[in-house]
């Protein structure tokens, strides 16, 4: 299974809005609603920010949204903060009990 | 609350053998199935294996695939990933997480392994 395409990089400045694309195919991001997005800085465990595609688990600001179109899916944050400066991943459940992961994008907040 | 804690990491040689153990609390281990997750140094996320709440049934990344073994004590809310012919891309850190409805819910804080001569 291949894994999911993602941006290298992106950046922001606070307060602004950024997007982050993860693009699959027909089979995975593109088949199913089964898309979540992940956050992770530095040493420490990823923590999920928005699963099945849009939604948002308790605690998590409504800063951040997912959406999708076609075999692409998209992270937003809007308002962006010195804290949301950090690594993002997303991942599919394609099928059969496998799940793939994008190769990551680093978010630079200006 | 919900906590992971992975253990059992170190140096191993190549070809060598390592089990891993995560230990559950704050939730009912029973109901959930659980995964192993690894990321490389320096690198992304990478999917494992998959093992359902009751342990009837395993998953593997084609890459790991007849070298590990996941399986779990519901008894003892325990996850374990036995890893055996170890390569040099297997050095990572490897979390376990939680899973509910297909994503990763919960995670621990990694073990590292690095396998190396």
């Known amino acids: 299974q291949s894994a999911l395409t993602q941006p290298a990089s992106v950046s922001g400045s606070l307060g602004q809005s950024i997007t982050i694309s993860c693009t699959g195919t027909?089979?995975?991001?593109?088949?199913?609603?089964?898309v979540s997005w992940y956050q992770q800085h530095p040493g420490k465990a990823p923590k999920v920010m928005i699963y099945d595609v849009s939604k948002r688990p308790s605690g998590v600001s409504n800063r951040f949204s997912g959406s999708k179109s076609g075999n692409t899916a998209s992270l937003t944050i809007s308002g962006l903060q010195a804290e949301d400066e950090a690594d993002y991943y997303c991942s599919s459940y394609p099928s059969s009990k496998i799940w793939v992961f994008g190769g990551g994008t680093k978010l630079t907040v200006l | 609350q919900v906590l992971l804690v992975e253990s059992g990491g170190g140096v191993v040689q190549p070809g060598g053998s390592l089990r891993l153990s995560c230990a559950a609390s704050g939730f009912t281990f029973s109901d959930y199935g659980m995964h192993w997750v690894r990321q490389a140094p320096g690198k992304g996320l990478e999917w494992v294996a998959f093992?359902?709440?009751?342990?009837?049934?395993?998953y593997y990344a084609d890459s790991v695939k007849g070298r590990f073994t996941i399986s779990r004590d519901n008894s003892d809310n325990s996850l374990y990933l036995q890893m055996s012919s170890l390569r040099a891309e297997d050095t990572a850190v490897y979390y376990c997480?939680?899973?509910?409805?297909?994503?990763?819910?919960?995670w621990g804080q990694g073990t590292l392994v690095t396998v190396s001569s």
């Open positions: 093992i359902l709440y009751d342990g009837s049934n395993q």
């Open positions: 997480a939680k899973d509910r409805g297909l994503h990763f819910d919960d």
């Open positions: 027909s089979s995975d991001v593109g088949g199913y609603n089964y």
